[in-house]
């Protein structure tokens, strides 16, 4: 059973920081693109950043770019390094996982093969 867990959600004043975690299970993810999304209330859900599978290539939204650093660890952990949290951040935090690459991942999220079940991440002004 593929699960991906992800932690490191919580609230943070404006201009903190947060590390997001996501753990993968279930198979190896060493062909996979790994990446995050977020969806605030009442908006749809949107990419925020992703990684290639080798960990060499990242790309970013441009509401977080320059702020947000997206890595992994191996097949299977990918993180999120949030600094300079702005109120707009505010939403769940989820990490997801396409076999595929990370460009496509990035503009296709109807693409996404494995979901995790979200992590809050409420940013106070």
């Known amino acids: 059973q593929v699960q991906l867990v992800e932690s490191g959600g919580g609230l943070v004043q404006a201009g903190g920081s947060l590390r997001l975690s996501c753990a993968a299970s279930?198979?190896?993810?060493?062909?996979?693109?790994m990446g995050w999304f977020r969806q605030a209330p009442g908006k749809e859900r949107e990419f925020a950043a992703a990684v290639s599978s080798s960990g060499t290539i990242t790309y970013y939204a441009d509401s977080v770019k320059g702020r947000f650093t997206v890595s992994r660890d191996g097949a299977n952990t990918v993180y999120l390094q949030m600094n300079s949290l702005k109120p707009e951040d505010t939403a769940v935090y989820y990490c997801a996982a396409y076999a595929g690459t990370a460009r496509t991942m990035r503009v296709m999220s109807s693409r996404v093969d494995y979901w995790g079940q979200g992590t809050q991440v409420t940013v106070s002004s």
């Open positions: 279930g198979r190896t993810f060493s062909s996979y693109a």
